[in-house]
Nanobody, 124 residues
Framework: QVQLVESGGGLVQAGASLRLSCAAS????????MGWFRQAPGKEREFVSTINWNGGRIYYADSVKGRFTISRDNAKKMGYLQMNSLKPEDTAVYYCAVRLVPDIASTPNAYYYWGQGTQVTVSS
C-alpha cells in the first residue's frame, strides 16, 4: 500500500510560480515511476508530467513544456512539480500518482496509487 499526499497548491496571479510536493509513504517509492495529472471542473483528468524511477526519463504535456519541471528525491520519498509562468488555464486540482513499475506513462489508467489532490487557482 502506498499513500501519497500533495501539498503546495494555492491561489496566485498569472505569471507567478508554485511548487507542488508529493510525499510518499509505504511501498518502495524509489522503484516507481511517478506522474502529475490535473483536473479542471467539468473536464477529464489530464496528463501533466511523468518521471521514471531515477529521474533519467521525463516527459511533459505540450501545454506545460518549458514552464513546469518535474523532479523527485528518492531518499526523501518526495516528488515535486515546479510550476512557473502560471496561466489561468492551469487552474485545476493537481494529483500525483505512482505506477508500480519503473518507467514513465502518460495515461491515468497506467497509475495505481493516487493522492487526494491539491487545488491550484491562477487568476488573470
Amino acid at each position: 500500500q502506498v499513500q501519497l499526499v500533495e501539498s503546495g497548491g494555492g491561489l496566485v496571479q498569472a505569471g507567478a510560480s508554485l511548487r507542488l510536493s508529493c510525499a510518499a509513504s509505504g511501498g518502495t517509492f524509489s522503484t516507481y515511476a511517478m506522474g502529475w495529472f490535473r483536473q479542471a471542473p467539468g473536464k477529464e483528468r489530464e496528463f501533466v508530467s511523468t518521471i521514471n524511477w531515477n529521474g533519467g526519463r521525463i516527459y511533459y504535456a505540450d501545454s506545460v513544456k518549458g514552464r513546469f519541471t518535474i523532479s523527485r528525491d528518492n531518499a526523501k520519498k518526495m516528488g515535486y512539480l515546479q510550476m512557473n509562468s502560471l496561466k489561468p488555464e492551469d487552474t485545476a486540482v493537481y494529483y500525483c500518482a505512482v505506477r508500480l513499475v519503473p518507467d514513465i506513462a502518460s495515461t491515468p489508467n497506467a497509475y495505481y496509487y493516487w493522492g487526494q489532490g491539491t487545488q491550484v487557482t491562477v487568476s488573470s
